[in-house]
């Protein structure tokens, strides 16, 4: 229920905070934070240099709408807050380390996050409009010109660690982030202190040392961009340091400490692994035909490989297993 000063018909920004809190966390969510509105002036100057350094790899998009990126009121006129939401999506199970299994990165085991998340954020958003009618605002999922992880940590959901994920201090990092940027002006939460100390597990578990340096990761050589975004053969030398990998790598996230003492089962059952994701068999993925992969990834994040990206990525790990060139 309203306080009674909203209920007179004056906006209280504590209550409102108090109340889209509770709201999101009765919706599902895990994490909740609020940030003040702003130009992200230390973020900005850190992506252009990332950019300037040709990390992006073959992700174009990234660069043509770095203003917004950087500045939310391009996005939202008159933006006052960012509210971050991050949703829990561990399950506890192993990566498989059989001979002749793959591994598929942690979030893609059950169903499509975007869904999951898009759902949620918009029956937030709605309710935030229902509860202040003049309210403005656009939510997104990984799906538009918003530095997701910079936001987070701005709210206070958790920090940017070295291996450049977001670290929460009850969920490590198996967390999905999600925005709502609106003209609501809300008071801010005390943003994330970095807490990762002198630990670099990270750095020392990427397979191809794609972090180039503490809290910097080159696409280029990242796994998990080789392997979902990228189209075509891998560069030279790279398939052979694919160590099962087949869609995504969460090798720097099972090393990192955080993870290993403060990760928590998620209650959502939407993320519990599908049949045989959390354990692919190789030799019977290999078979695997266009109508097959659609059929069995329909509503799965691995969609976004492609059927010829996901052959590629197996073909790699076999050849790989066996030290020798992937079969062509």
Same mark, same amino acid.
């Given at each position: 229920?309203?306080?009674?000063?909203?209920?007179?018909?004056?906006?209280?920004?504590?209550?409102?905070?108090?109340?889209?809190?509770?709201?999101?966390?009765?919706?599902?969510?895990?994490?909740?934070?609020?940030?003040?509105?702003?130009?992200?002036?230390?973020?900005?100057?850190?992506?252009?240099?990332?950019?300037?350094?040709?990390?992006?790899?073959?992700?174009?998009?990234?660069?043509?709408?770095?203003?917004?990126?950087?500045?939310?009121?391009?996005?939202?006129?008159?933006?006052? +807050?960012?509210?971050? &939401? @991050?949703?829990?999506?561990? =399950?506890?199970?192993?990566?498989?380390? #059989? $001979?002749? /299994?793959?591994?598929?990165?942690?979030?893609?085991?059950?169903?499509?996050?975007?869904?999951?998340?898009?759902?949620?954020?918009?029956?937030?958003?709605?309710?935030?409009?229902?509860?202040?009618?003049?309210?403005?605002?656009?939510?997104?999922?990984?799906?538009?010109?918003?530095?997701?992880?910079?936001?987070?940590?701005?709210?206070?959901?958790?920090?940017?660690?070295?291996?450049?994920?977001?670290?929460?201090?009850?969920?490590? +990092?198996?967390?999905? &982030? @999600?925005?709502?940027?609106? =003209?609501?002006?809300?008071?801010?939460? #005390? $943003?994330? /202190?970095?807490?990762?100390?002198?630990?670099?597990?990270?750095?020392?578990?990427?397979?191809?040392?794609?972090?180039?340096?503490?809290?910097?990761?080159?696409?280029?050589?990242?796994?998990?961009?080789?392997?979902?975004?990228?189209?075509?053969?891998?560069?030279?030398?790279?398939?052979?340091?694919?160590?099962?990998?087949?869609?995504?790598?969460?090798?720097?996230?099972?090393?990192?400490?955080?993870?290993?003492?403060?990760?928590?089962?998620?209650?959502?059952?939407?993320?519990?692994?599908?049949?045989?994701?959390?354990?692919?068999?190789?030799?019977?993925?290999?078979?695997?035909?266009?109508?097959?992969?659609?059929?069995?990834?329909?509503?799965?994040?691995?969609?976004?490989?492609?059927?010829?990206?996901?052959?590629?990525?197996?073909?790699?790990?076999?050849?790989?297993?066996?030290?020798?060139?992937?079969?062509?």
């Amino acid at each position: 229920m309203p306080d009674k000063t909203e209920q007179e018909g004056a906006f209280d920004p504590e209550s409102a905070a108090r109340r889209i809190k509770a709201e999101a966390l009765h919706l599902g969510f895990s994490h909740v934070g609020i940030a003040r509105a702003g130009v992200l002036d230390h973020e900005g100057a850190r992506l252009r240099e990332w950019l300037g350094r040709g990390y992006e790899a073959s992700m174009r998009w990234m660069p043509v709408r770095s203003s917004e990126r950087i500045n939310v009121e391009e996005v939202v006129p008159g933006a006052r +807050s960012v509210l971050s &939401l @991050g949703l829990n999506y561990y =399950t506890p199970q192993p990566h498989a380390a #059989e $001979p002749g /299994t793959g591994k598929i990165s942690r979030y893609a085991w059950g169903d499509d996050y975007h869904d999951v998340m898009s759902e949620r954020l918009r029956a937030l958003w709605e309710w935030v409009r229902t509860e202040w009618p003049a309210a403005k605002g656009k939510w997104y999922v990984d799906t538009g010109p918003v530095m997701e992880k910079a936001w987070a940590q701005r709210s206070g959901i958790g920090w940017i660690g070295k291996h450049a994920n977001v670290i929460t201090r009850d969920s490590g +990092s198996w967390v999905f &982030l @999600g925005e709502i940027i609106t =003209t609501l002006d809300l008071p801010p939460d #005390e $943003p994330a /202190t970095d807490h990762c100390g002198t630990c670099t597990l990270c750095i020392e578990a990427c397979p191809t040392q794609a972090i180039v340096e503490p809290y910097v990761v080159d696409s280029n050589l990242c796994l998990s961009y080789l392997t979902i975004e990228h189209r075509g053969e891998f560069p030279s030398g790279l398939a052979g340091e694919i160590e099962g990998w087949i869609f995504g790598c969460d090798s720097c996230q099972d090393v990192c400490p955080w993870n290993n003492k403060f990760s928590r089962p998620t209650e959502d059952e939407k993320f519990a692994p599908r049949e045989g994701n959390a354990a692919p068999t190789l030799a019977d993925w290999i078979r695997m035909d266009a109508a097959e992969f659609e059929k069995r990834f329909q509503g799965s994040a691995v969609r976004r490989t492609k059927h010829q990206g996901l052959m590629r990525n197996i073909r790699a790990a076999i050849g790989a297993a066996n030290s020798k060139d992937p079969p062509r």
